[in-house]
């Protein structure tokens, strides 16, 4: 045996006996809930409902020890402690986790998808009727069928005939009709949102008077601007050569973007750190109970 | 007619949405469309899990390598989409309780959202955490810097980083008033609202016209490679 | 009879002291303020009703001159808010809105075309007083506009914009050649490709993770087509892995096509292009586990980014990859060109089709966006030439009709042509 693999059997060892001793022992890794009997109004139906309880719950009246909740915890634990594995290198803890996570997230999608694009926006609008008998009882009885609501369901189901061996070219219909959509609602909202009101906002006066004197920190501010808005413009002009005068304005140009790809990479540092905080305190304090104890 | 009729319906669909923007009766057209969009979308959900238990079917059966892992993530997959499609032990809503199909997908209690919760949520957190490790990793490689460009982007960065901490504020609160500029802190507020939004300005500016020649590339057909061959 | 004297002058200290602390302790007393000794408060003045510009004839803007007891400060004002009724021909005067103080205007949105409204407003103060009510005179009308003309200056700018883009595609198609400068990262995506088949490895492509109702999605698309058609010329494997499925549809057509194109149909493999999961990090996490484990030598990301940019970069440095970015989020930007060999910035994206294509009317298309960029600069020079001699000739009192002309302009410029005004006056 390698000794890394000993290496790594021995924390393994060590690491699974310490969790097991103070699992035993109560002192970690436990969920508890709180249970409630639901029983609505002007109604025979009835049902237990779980809510989270803290650990300094336990041992109360309707509180009790979770076994869904306590394996969830586990699993979550375990799964972190597996993706982070990923950071020394490719194994089969990552492996198995990263096939459970491709899985259940598409899955999640599926799930979605159905209940908030076909049955909440679809089946809602074209059927609200029958929705409102099943499974949303909540539509107003006024609301009447939207029959527009066919346009997508033609689009969705033209969508499908790509499964068929030779239907393949009707599914090019709906995607033609969504790229066009896109293309030209994308054209008037860029062009006036982050083509005219970025001229807007950029239109300063270079000499500014505040006061009755000369402001320079504000003149300069906005000289400098209009310097670098101008100068990273010209960089990105495609149907010119960078020689000439136009060389050192497009260097300008550059530097100016470097200075704002600096800024935002240092201000998302902490960012980042304070996300690897939240899963440590997760491990230390919702699992292993060394930290913030409720 | 395969890709003619494609082309005429994404320049007919584009042009009607770019008129409907400057007339108030038409105004809300545009967010229709997403509505269908998000409608079509779920109704393509069906190729892609089709294509999903095919790519992992086919490597389960001809036992390639790696099969094993396939088979995990075609069982969370269907576990999963029951889980969420069926509602399983999800209990009725409060205000409806005769309806059991009532309650939200994602009601605590259920099989979904339980899958939810202990494992999408945790998985996906530890990822976005794993960035603390890969940014680190990303400046050190840019701490080499070989050109005056990277040099800038490694002491803006740095100056940036620097300005958000406490430790930062320690460094240059020595300095006297009359260079409280030098400061950190407010070198930050100079590097972000001066430099900073000059360039994000203009990088705005130019996805704006590029937007604008993309979308027009598509709509007068001169563009057509999404489309496919006839 | 001094000690008489003393306790005299004693008593009057006291007295003196006494009153002079009840004047001073005067001030602190319970005496009711100037605010809270009113007794009846002001109204509102100078009511009127405008329609609303640019909808669908069901909103008017109601608009009046603050009362003389609403004051900026808080502890000086009396007027605490504005109640806003409103009656038609058939209804008497019922409670719409209540505005705060010291705005002077409501937007009703509850109208119907064509139909008369009127509107009284009630200033309500301190200790539940009210004014009279200010009442307009006349009706107001909401108008139905078919179009909306705070959008006109716009509408042209965008003609203009779209004419130079659609004029010089015209031009290239005709047959005058464009030069077009060089852009490193697309140079290098078949230096890219040929690194991968001398290593006997794959090339990877990531076309973001958002659908295709975003513009960098489909942008990514056209780049693909020209990335495969290299790798159809190569024989060099590509896999797409996506995160949606019509993403999926629309890779698989454009695929195809390029394999077509190249004349290599027999090595297009749909399989090469799947769908992995919707989930951004269930996505990232499948195509880092593809990296690490199939290796590719190159890797090509292009499209819309959030987070999972740096994992893919850094998953890509990690097993030595040329890598080749390419995104219009500015957020992600720093991180692609941090840890990419070469990044294409924002605008460069969009060029990137029409670069490697190298087709006439697509190179035709760049020239009108630069076209654009001049259009957009020289907006910003005559602006903030205007804004700074409006300033100068305000500061120096260059005379009232050179100052007026100056601010008249840039206002202009700035609120009709850049602005929401439009049209309008």
Redesign the interface.
Known sequence: MKNSSLLWLVIFLLAGGYLIFRTSHGDMGISYVKVTTISPEKSNVQWTQYSKASKKEAGEENVQFSWSRTIGLWVAALSTLAIFSFLYGDNVFYKISESVFIGASAGYAMAVGFWDGIVNLLLRNLTPGLMRESIIPSIPKENHADWFFIIPLILGVAMLARLLPKGGWIARWPLAFFIGATAGFRLVVFFHADFIIQIQSTILPLIVFTDGSFDWQTSLKNITIIIGVLSCLVYFFFSVEHTGIIRPISRLGIWFLMITFGAGFGYTVMGRIALLAARLEFLFSDWLWLIDVE | MKRTVPLIICSLTGFILIISWFLPAAESWGEKVTHWFDIVAAFAFVLGGANLLKIHLQKISNRRIGWGYSAVTLTAFLVTLLAGLFKINVNPSMNYPAYSWSGNYLDEGGLLWWIYEYLFVPLSATLFAMLAFYITSAAFRAFRAKNIEASILLFTAFLILLGRTYAGSLITSGLPDSLAFLRFENLTIIIMSVFNLAGSRAITIGIALGVVTTSLKLLLAVDRSYLGSD | MVQHSIIKSCCKSVVVIATLLLLITEGYSAEPSPVEKKTSIQPAKNITIKDYP???GTSLIIEWELSEDDQNDPKKSFVIAYEVYRKTEKTEYKFLSQVTYQKNFYRDQECEPDKKYWYQVIAIGKNNLQSIPLESLNPGIPI?????SR?GW??I??LF??SL??YF?WIARKGKK????K?AGLDAVEEAVGRATEMGSSCLFVPGIL?????QT??G??IL??VAEVTAEYETDMIVPTC???V???A???V???Y?SAGKPDAYNE?DI?????????Y???I??TM??DKPAACFYMGAFY??S??L??TG?SIGAIQIAGT?M??Q???F???CDYTL???????A???LSGEP??LG??????Y??LL??A??II??TF??L???A??YQWGTGMESSFSSI?TY??ENI??EKGFRP
């Not at chain 3, 799947?274 to 269930?282: H, V």
């Not at chain 3, 910035?345 to 060029?351: H, N, P, S, V, Y």
């Not at chain 3, 298309?365 to 630069?370: A, H, V």
């Open positions: 640019g909808d669908l139905l506009q078919w179009f909306d959008r716009i509408g700018l965008m914009s779209c883009v659609v595609i464009l030069k077009i400068r852009i659908d295709v109702n975003d513009i489909i942008a698309i056209t087509s020209h949606r499925s019509l999926m549809t629309m698989r057509e454009a195809e096509t390029a077509l399989d799947y769908y992995l999961t919707d989930e951004q990090f269930g990232v996490a499948g880092q586990g690490v484990r987070a999972e740096l994992l970069a850094e440095n219009a500015p957020s930007l720093p991180f060109v941090a840890a910035i924002g605008e460069e994206l969009f060029a089709s029409a670069y009317d697509q298309s760049l020239k009108g966006q630069d654009g960029k957009c600069a907006l910003i602006g903030c804004a700074t409006s300033s100068l305000n500061h840039q410029v700035s850049l602005g």
